[in-house]
T-cell receptor, first 113, second 114 residues
Framework: EADIYQTPRYLVIGTGKKITLECSQT?????MYWYQQDPGMELHLIHY???????EKGDLSSESTVSRIRTEHFPLTLESARPSHTSQYLC????????????FGPGTRLTVL | RKEVEQDPGPFNVPEGATVAFNCTYSNSASQSFFWYRQDCRKEPKLLMSVYSSGNEDGRFTAQLNRASQYISLLIRDSKLSDSATYLCVVNMEEMNTGFQKLVFGTGTRLLVSP
């Protein structure tokens, strides 16, 4: 089992609330990622990080922001949640080298009412 | 054109059947390739890496054709538990930054019935 964790697993929240989705890994991986996936649809990369103090936007534009103050921690924040943010958010990490497996957390299923 | 393309399926097969999935990728410089499996409402998990010479893991065989930029996954003797979405994944290096990222296909859905 991969040592990558996400909390909360499920979140139902009202429009306009600020939320932070937590992601942590204990594998010492430098590379971390956030993906967004709607039911039955493909994964979309929304943020990634090379390491501490590095954050980049992914392929899909997102109103969320991320931070990487510690290697093991890569939280995602939505300042003002909207119904269009309803989706599953998957965090992942990967070791060095192009042959390494990418491990995913169990995901946070977000519903914004 | 998408960087990684797959037939979304679904592929409906009976138990015991052999089924093959194909995938094409656009970046000829890609060096590493994978098949991931994703169960409904779960996170993707690595099924197998794909090596240049082809590789086998039990009932699963992966092949790579660099000239055609094509990857395949063959599943023999399908089991009910093989029902899932199979994601073709290609490692790509960003031109500007050199950052390595995995590009996921949309996935091919497999349904194995009794």
């Amino acid at each position: 089992e991969a040592d990558i964790y996400q909390t909360p697993r499920y979140l139902v929240i009202g429009t306009g609330k600020k939320i932070t989705l937590e992601c942590s890994q204990t594998m010492g991986h430098d590379k971390m990622y956030w993906y967004q996936q709607d039911p039955g649809m493909e994964l979309h990369l929304i943020h990634y990080s090379y390491g501490v103090n590095s954050t980049e936007k992914g392929d899909l534009s997102s109103e969320s922001t991320v931070s990487r103050i510690r290697t093991e921690h890569f939280p995602l924040t939505l300042e003002s949640a909207r119904p269009s943010h309803t989706s599953q958010y998957l965090c992942a990490s990967r070791g060095p080298g192009s042959l390494n497996e990418q491990f995913f957390g169990p995901g946070t299923r977000l519903t914004v009412l | 054109r998408k960087e990684v393309e797959q037939d979304p399926g679904p592929f409906n097969v009976p138990e015991g059947a052999t089924v093959a999935f194909n995938c094409t990728y656009s970046n000829s410089a890609s060096q590493s390739f994978f098949w991931y499996r994703q169960d409904c409402r779960k996170e993707p998990k690595l099924l197998m890496s794909v090596y240049s010479s082809g590789n086998e893991d039990g009932r699963f065989t992966a092949q790579l054709n660099r000239a055609s930029q094509y990857i395949s996954l063959l599943i023999r003797d399908s089991k009910l538990s093989d029902s899932a979405t199979y994601l073709c994944v290609v490692n790509m290096e960003e031109m500007n930054t050199g950052f390595q990222k995995l590009v996921f296909g949309t996935g091919t859905r497999l349904l194995v019935s009794p």
